[in-house]
């Protein structure tokens, strides 16, 4: 995926992706990720994969982040 903004909706909501290039001690790539301007994370996946498997592991990511507070 060559994009470096990247928007999915999951159940309803919109979240935005931003692509963060590696710095120099070699951490990333990450993506920034916000919803409705408010930092919600970072998510790590490389940016040489199809934009459909971008969005599974978006996804999935989501599910395991927002689920997984509701559990606390």
Same mark, same amino acid.
């Given at each position: 995926m060559?994009?470096?903004? %990247?928007?999915?909706t $999951?159940?309803?909501?919109?979240f935005?992706?931003?692509y963060? /290039?590696?710095? %120099?001690?070699g =951490? @990333?790539p990450?993506w920034?990720v916000s ?5 919600i @994370?970072?998510?790590p996946? /490389? =940016?040489?994969? /199809? =934009?459909k498997e971008f969005d599974t592991?978006a996804?999935? $990511?989501l599910?395991e982040?927002?689920? @997984?507070?509701r559990r606390?």
């Amino acid at each position: 995926m060559r994009a470096r903004y %990247r928007s999915v909706t $999951w159940r309803g909501q919109s979240f935005r992706f931003q692509y963060l /290039p590696p710095d %120099r001690e070699g =951490t @990333g790539p990450l993506w920034a990720v916000s919803r409705e301007r408010e930092f919600i @994370g970072m998510m790590p996946c /490389p =940016t040489e994969i /199809p =934009t459909k498997e971008f969005d599974t592991r978006a996804y999935q $990511w989501l599910r395991e982040l927002l689920e @997984g507070a509701r559990r606390l």
